[in-house]
């Protein structure tokens, strides 16, 4: 699993009017929770940390929290918090991970290679689930889980307990649950006889109207 660093300061003051300073003032309100730790408030400095968003999966990448007096904690983000409408980060809750204790998260899933259903059935590839939850040591957490999708034909599926699970690590979404599965292109249906005479229907309206047209400059 990927790992990064962050560099973070404890805070004393709380409350929304400090978390308000601290915004205008470049910082991010955090808190970092876990086994056997009060919650401690942290600030976080905002661009850099926006910064390091862009370039990892923050979901299932381990932030080591660096502190001013020189200690560290490794830990996962629970949540980010972003204004409704202008999207800048309210506030970061972080979780520490200790060795020997499992954590549950959401893991991406990987599709490899084209189905079978695809390349010769004329099929779709539906893609019903994009993560799925785990429980696992800390040190066993991966960065994605990979499903060869190559032999799916047309109309089959696969389903949560047809991923391949590296040991140490234990599904918790239910195992009946679909994952993806070839479907037939949906065309579509051929218009019926009522609907076909409707749609003629203007044509000899218009006919009829012409021939009208006519005999009347024959009379004139």
């Known amino acids: 699993m990927a790992t990064t660093n962050v560099s973070a300061k404890f805070r004393s003051s709380v409350g929304k009017g400090a978390a308000r300073k601290l915004r205008a003032g470049g910082e991010i309100p ?8 009060e919650p401690q408030s942290l600030t976080l400095h905002n661009h850099t940390f926006e910064r390091l968003l862009e370039k990892v999966a923050y979901k299932t990448t381990v932030f080591e929290l ?76 991966p960065n994605h889980l990979e499903m060869n999708v190559a032999h799916l034909a047309v109309g089959h599926s696969y389903h949560v307990r047809d991923i391949p699970i590296p040991a140490g690590v234990d599904v918790i979404t239910d195992g009946d649950d679909t994952i993806c599965l070839v479907a037939i292109p949906k065309t579509s249906a051929e218009p019926t006889a009522a609907e076909a005479a409707a749609a003629a229907e203007p044509e000899l309206i218009r006919k009829a109207k012409a021939d009208e047209d006519a005999a009347a400059a024959e009379k004139k």
Do not use: W
């Open 30 to 37: 955090a808190v970092i929770y876990g086994h056997g730790r």
């Open 66 to 141: 660096t502190f001013e007096n020189g200690t560290t904690a490794k830990t996962l983000i629970r949540e980010i918090q972003r204004h409704s409408f202008k999207r800048f980060i309210q506030h970061v809750d972080f979780q520490e991970l200790v060795a020997g204790e499992k954590v549950t998260m959401k893991v991406p899933l990987i599709f490899v290679g084209t189905a079978t259903g695809v390349r010769e059935g004329g099929g779709i590839l539906e893609e019903v689930m994009r993560e799925v939850m785990i429980a696992c040591d800390p040190a066993n957490i």
